[in-house]
């Protein structure tokens, strides 16, 4: 994914993350305890490389229910994913916060 990301880099102005529950993991403390719904840990890191690459204006991260944030990661907008589709609009907007020319009439 990386690769494809450098060699396509110049036409980026926008990045959306997905974060769904592909793993499962907990702290070192915890490790005996209820495992958590993570995403995969290259998700992440693509997500810290899109925020450098881009700026942190211009990515969304769009998190699935249940899963876990990454605690290091403070100051970075996230989307909470819903099935009524309110999701939708919260991206939209932060798009539109971006610069990007988003009509927010067009959603479905």
Same mark, same amino acid.
């Given at each position: ?5 450098? *060699?396509?880099a110049?036409?980026?102005a !926008?990045?959306i993350?997905?974060?769904?529950a =592909?793993?499962?993991?907990n702290d070192?403390l915890h490790?005996n305890?209820h495992?958590?719904? *993570?995403a995969?840990q290259n998700?992440? !890191?693509?997500?810290?490389y899109? =925020? ?5 204006q211009?990515? =969304? ?5 249940d899963v876990e !944030? ?5 100051g970075i907008?996230?989307?909470s !994913?819903?099935?009524k589709g309110?999701?939708?609009i919260a991206v939209?907007k ?8 988003v ?5 479905a």
């Amino acid at each position: 994914m990386i690769e494809k990301i450098e *060699r396509e880099a110049n036409d980026l102005a !926008f990045a959306i993350i997905l974060y769904t529950a =592909c793993d499962l993991g907990n702290d070192k403390l915890h490790a005996n305890e209820h495992l958590n719904p *993570r995403a995969r840990q290259n998700v992440v !890191f693509e997500h810290g490389y899109m =925020c450098a690459l881009l700026g942190r204006q211009n990515v =969304c991260a769009l998190v699935d229910s249940d899963v876990e !944030f990454p605690g290091d990661m403070s100051g970075i907008v996230y989307v909470s !994913f819903d099935d009524k589709g309110a999701w939708q609009i919260a991206v939209a907007k932060e798009m539109k916060a971006a610069g990007l020319d988003v009509d927010l009439n067009k959603l479905a």
